[in-house]
């Protein structure tokens, strides 16, 4: 199975930061990366598709990049509604992985 | 819009079994194929598995020879039927519908529309 750590775990940021999450793959993943945040209580919202593209409504301060088995997501300019934990997820090959979460807290 | 909903949840025996649903409106759902994710109280995501358009599925480790996905395309709806469960099943369980990116042509696959989840949990 493809492992994904994601780095750092635990990220304090303030309103008007830019802050950069890291997903890193056991093995080569092609396109198939995603990034999601998720709200207690609430389920997961794609943000990022294919490594860098942006899902339609999502606002332009979140970016992704990376190839291989590195990846990045980075949100310019924290707004209050981006607190939340994070996840990347590799859909190259079964079965499909997340990472353990990145939780972006104040 | 693309809406999915998941029922069927409770509480269940270790060893008993359950079926969860999956019911989805806004799209053509016969095209899609459909996953189940899964996420412990206060902890991450696990991918439980999926169906694919024409019925072939796919399962975590975690859970093969236990779990099924079955579909009904004529109801829109997708099953988890869900065998020997043990505590470690105890989960908030999500459908969601996967996607091709069909606007890039970059041939990536995401999940795109998620439900709000139903939750199992497995106790004595």
């Not at chain 1, 950069?20 to 995603?34: D, F, N, P, W």
């Not at chain 1, 088995?69 to 924290?78: G, K, R, V, W």
């Not at chain 1, 990347?88 to 353990?100: A, H, K, S």
């Amino acid at each position: 199975d493809i492992q994904l750590t994601q780095s750092p775990s635990f990220l304090s940021a303030s309103v008007g930061d830019r802050v950069t999450i890291t997903c890193r793959a056991s093995q080569g993943i092609s396109v198939s990366l995603a990034w999601y945040h998720q709200k207690p209580g609430e389920a997961p919202k794609l943000l990022i598709y294919g490594v860098s593209f942006l899902q339609s409504g999502v606002p332009s301060r979140f970016s992704g990049s990376g190839s291989g088995t590195e990846f990045t997501l980075t949100i310019n300019s924290l707004q209050p509604e981006d607190f939340a934990t994070y996840f990347c997820q590799q859909l190259n090959t079964y079965p499909y992985t997340f990472g353990q979460g990145t939780k972006l807290e104040i | 819009q693309v809406q999915v909903a998941e029922s069927g949840g409770g509480l269940v025996k270790p060893g008993g079994s359950l079926r969860l649903s999956c019911t989805a409106s806004g799209f053509i759902f016969r095209h899609y194929y459909m996953n189940w994710v899964r996420q412990t109280p206060g902890k991450g995501l696990e991918w439980v598995g999926c169906i694919s358009n024409s019925g072939v599925t796919y399962f975590a480790d975690s859970v093969k020879g236990r779990f099924f996905i079955s579909r009904d395309n004529a109801r829109n709806s997708v099953f988890l039927q869900m065998n020997s469960l043990t505590v470690d099943d105890t989960a908030v369980y999500f459908c969601a519908r996967e996607v091709t990116d069909e606007v890039n042509f970059s041939g990536s696959v995401h999940l795109d529309s998620w439900g709000q989840g139903t939750l199992v949990t497995v106790s004595s």
